[in-house]
């Protein structure tokens, strides 16, 4: 029995509910799960969530939840700059945490979290839940048996297009406030696959751009936007690899693209988060008269998609992610190994998205490290 | 407070036993529900299957979940045969049922489940869930405002390969006792969605085909295989338009196919179950230099995508058709108007596959009604 | 040496004047060509045409090209209703005949065509350019080397919007004179890919339909349509294989749709003429893991690709089709084997056309023979 | 009449001679051409191909091409190194040139070439066909009436997979002699994309890489590559707008890949080279709920597609692109206004690829001017 506290019940709030929910029946193999205590701004919000996502108490302070003896994992899931104190806070309570990603807006902060989940002994966790999908799972299994040799060139983009209204007005994400821009918002999700997939990243050059140099405040007036919605780096992998990595949450059309493009000695695979439920694979080992891509539909066969449907190319959903993320998490609390991002790799990422940002200042390539 | 009740935990009674959890999360506006009783073929497997999904109880026998009182309403996602008795056995013992498609295996059977259900006053719902998905939902708002026109011309397929393979050895789905073939296995599902679209079908003109006419019994000798893996059906709708329905289970490749073409007098419709997360539209109400299949993302303005995810083109996967589906169950519990095939409108679409099967076997246009 | 006439410089008359002018240059292997005679309805038209293509004379009347001793070839690129008389009389010169599909609105006049090639000794040839391409020829490679094993299901669609808008006024191609409407318009086209892929067809049971039952005339009142603007036609090949085939003339958003599914023991291969420079291929070969369709560009192993481009994936366009299909008529003119539709098989497809009318006029399935 | 020229007939020498072929046939509006002179490294060879081409004349001295009075432009089709020469004494000799990208191995030769045409006051055009398909036409059309509004985000991919076999022996293409690699061989044609739809770049930051350090020579022996198959650019356009150019000339399953992707305040579009006949735009015009990127296939009314084909999505091939080019070239010579790539503009393209080169090299971002 896993007694759960979870803090914020937004966008990513619900998707932790509804993964606690269901993560004992879509995998059978992990122990039951109980919801214990729910944590919100106010009382009155934390009730109708409880009640809606089937947790036994409900509380205005979060506090609450993290002091709660019967909660041993605590899914944190509010805005970033809370990350660290309630993070740190659960860990010190004993808890084991679950943390949205990134860790926090300021790198140190990030250290201080790793600091004190190693001094806790808990478990770390954070919510990069992209590498959980069977797609990403199955390439990493094929880039491990060589399907396509020696990888020597990679590209990745993310792309969104929630900032790209020019006449939306200015609001808290154009400061600076609230950090990069593109870079913060979005390259982490990137590297998080990058990390999975190939391991870390050596140097970086970056640059970054802003599509709309102002924009209008509420009361009619322009203001400068000081974040940047477009970032593009260059960069090289520690194994050595040369690649690209592009962000832009001011893409028009692009919803949830993130873009994998992975050249090998013998072939090559693409993969496309926005039609998740698929990748490509080119493989030199077919005939050269039929050589071509492969659209190959997940199925049972790619782990674990065989335990959310047993019939192929029927797909999964974004929220199943965390389900499958929930569960590794548990497998991790259990002392069983877990393809899971952790406060360590966390700090990689962050560290790696300053860096850039430190290239895009001094205009020249930085080492990460 | 919703009591359930699960019969069969196999593909669907699991899909069942997620929605019923994830219900209340994902969708707020509908009660508390209590999972109170799960039935199997053996207490074992029940009380295992009870405790991964979260029931109270289990039985061996599934008229013990019928006859719980705390059971309000009863999932029957047991293999078709079973289901006239037990649907009808649960509606007169005063539960709602949600049955899994198809009704039964004959006609007859369907019509006294029919029966049942009007004389008990519960309701009495199917589990035809692509109707439920937000791209195939907007779809019918799309056509409901004529966004295409008029439409004059449908074509709708739907193809799996699980039955491709010419070495699998000859099963209970090659016998003619197990029903039709493609016709009973696939042809519902895309009639669910014409009905739901369109309306009913006034006449048919079907062929069936068999791809291998025999198959290789365990014991190594050859036995005629006797149902039709393939159909194909000309057909009238009772609108008057025409179109063709096609249907598959050996189409290597195919994994999760349900292929819509809609044309209409000022454009056309596409849609795909492959890449469900995503429909095609063109209207000649674009610039003509400018006319093209517009490639939709699914987004939280199709109902009811936003509940599951606020975000756009994150998508949606098979098993959160069956949490909408389990909500507009739950609506029309409730009294209200819901988006749902219950058994009257199931009966319509059993009644047209027949008329299917007799057209090919009587070679001849045959009139539904 | 070879000389050429052309009658017709419309659509084809164009592009047989460019494949004449181009084939050599291309192909190498081909004696050289000379531009002899053009003729169209009126002497102005025909000089200008004749100066621009490069012919040396130029005729208002079509006899005078049919006649000139220095042709020894006559591209017939005029309405159908032509074909039969114009194609007659140059055979009847002595002239090898490369004629547009099809043959003739009657099967009478068709049939008179073929009797008259057989008589004059002389090749006779028809327009089916779509059986040229790369990648439909590459595809009937794979399939007699049996790559998806043996073929069990087939369908084809050929689909464009031209007839598409409601508004347009009723003309010529509505009148039951000008034929049936789609199913001559279109359906000769895959009937060409059918025989060259898989022979000929042996049963058919059509269904035709009308998306606009009357249309405007020029002074403003409403006209009967009298032609069917969509067929769909069930149907057997000789070889036992059961198929579709559907043609729509009204199907807003598509432009040059001809879409091939094909379905074997061992795998399946997909073509849309839209995407002409690639094909799908699905195998069972390929480890399970990772089956999925293959999107295989043409490149200079797809023959005859590499005569027009040394690179792949580059791409050979719709005119191109007329440049091979002129070359394997200059083999076939000079005795070698050539993948050509001639009269005979033209006869017969015209001849399954017919019997798919007669099925739906009669309401039944029709032998074609 | 305007007297033609060619050097070189392999792939461009061939593809320029079908496009004289065909030039007239194609457009009409041009004047007559006369195919007069061609020029091979031996006669045998030039007989056998001016044969096969059409040219009245053959050399295996290429200065006897340029030499001959009737000759009025030179198609230049050799090997970069022989540019230089050769265009500078057509040009001496009173003709226009046509001469393949890129202008040449080293940027005071492309000086010296430019120098030279402006002194003789004769057209001097380069063979950068890709401006010239209808997709990229009708994209700068509606660039230009600001479709998807102001541009504020480039990237532009340019890969295919002709050095991407690692077992392939070394050869003069991995010599530094031969150029820096991936940079001159392809990063020019996305250069003439990006100068004819954006204008020139101003600063740049390159990176480059090599998938394969060394090579097995013919003996067996390792040798070092010298050159970089894999080249990624930050860069930022004279108009400020800040963008990516890669390219990878070992890109495993990539055959004529040059994917355009390009974001504005209202919408973006994207092309890809190996679809080429469609391309793909998103508006926010469009009503919220249906915003989709719209796959617009080419017709007539993207110019000048209608000069090939009167009905639309019938698709233009590779080769008829430097028809287009061609027309676009006589256009010029008449003192026309042209779409076409000249000596200046060309020498600004290598301007560009220089500075990327020198930015790799110091490793710094580089101002092109
Ligand atoms: N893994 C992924 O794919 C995604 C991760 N995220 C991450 O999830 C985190 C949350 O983002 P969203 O869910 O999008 O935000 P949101 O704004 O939708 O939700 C934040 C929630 O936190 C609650 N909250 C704020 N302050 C609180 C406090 N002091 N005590 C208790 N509750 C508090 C809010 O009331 C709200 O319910 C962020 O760190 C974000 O980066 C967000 C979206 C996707
Ligand atoms: N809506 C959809 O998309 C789909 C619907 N279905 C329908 O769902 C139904 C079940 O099919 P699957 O889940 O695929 O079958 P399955 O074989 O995976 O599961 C059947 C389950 O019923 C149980 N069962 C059998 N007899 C029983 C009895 N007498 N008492 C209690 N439990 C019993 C079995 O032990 C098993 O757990 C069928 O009617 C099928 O047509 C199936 C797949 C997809
Ligand atoms: N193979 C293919 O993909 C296609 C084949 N076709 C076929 O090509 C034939 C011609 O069609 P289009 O070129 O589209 O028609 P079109 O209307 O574009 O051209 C017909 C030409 O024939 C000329 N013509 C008419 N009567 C004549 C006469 N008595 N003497 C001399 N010239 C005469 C007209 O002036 C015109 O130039 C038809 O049989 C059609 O079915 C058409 C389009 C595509
Ligand atoms: N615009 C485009 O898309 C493309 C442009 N090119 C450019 O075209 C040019 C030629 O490349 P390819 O045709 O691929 O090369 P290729 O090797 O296929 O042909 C070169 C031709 O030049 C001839 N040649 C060489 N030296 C000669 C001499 N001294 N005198 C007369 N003829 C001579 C050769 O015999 C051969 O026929 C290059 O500059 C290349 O960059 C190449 C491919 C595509």
Known sequence: MLGVGL??????????????NSVRAVFGDVPAVQLVHLGETNTELAVRRANEFGFQKASGDWRAVIDDPQVDVVSIATPNQFHPEMAIAALKAGKHVWCEKPMAPTFSDAEAMLAAAK??????????????????????????????GDI?????????????????????????????????????????????????????????????????????????????????VLMRMEN???????????????????????????????FDQE?????????????????????????PHHEPYGQFIPAPGHGLGFNDLKIIECRELIKRINGQ???????????????????????????RWVDVR
């Open 240 to 270: 050595g690899v040369a690649g690209t990595l592009q962000a832009n949450r001011s893409a028009w059309g692009r919803k949830g693209r993130i873009a994998l493009q992975i050249f090998g000695s013998k072939g090559s695979i693409l």
């Open 119 to 148: 001094q806790s002994g808990k478990v770390a966790a954070l919510g990069y839940n992209y590498i959980q999908g069977p797609a990403i799972r199955h390439i990493r299994k094929l880039l491990a048996e060589k399907i396509i």
């Open 152 to 232: 020597n060139h990679l590209r990745i983009e993310m792309d969104e297009d929630f900032m790209a209204d020019p006449n939306a007005l200015f609001n808290w994400k154009h400061e600076a406030t609230s950090g990069y821009g593109a870079l913060d918002d979005f390259a982490v999700h990137p590297l998080s696959l990058l990390f999975t997939l190939f391991g870390r990243v050596s140097r970086v050059m970056c640059d970054m751009s802003k599509p709309y140099a102002t924009r209008k405040t509420a009361n009619g007036t322009d203001r400068a936007v000081e974040t940047y919605d477009s970032a593009s």
């Open 275 to 299: 039609r998740a439920n698929e990748f490509q694979l080119y493989v030199t080992a077919d005939r050269a008269t039929e050589q071509g891509y492969r659209t190959i539909l997940t199925a």
């Open 7 to 20: 803090i914020g019940t937004g966008f990513m709030g619900k998707c932790h509910a509804l993964a606690w």
């Open 337 to 363: 190994p877990a393809h899971l991002i952790e406060f360590a790799d966390g700090l990689e990422i962050e560290r790696t998205v300053h860096a850039m940002a430190r290239s895009y200042q001094e205009q």
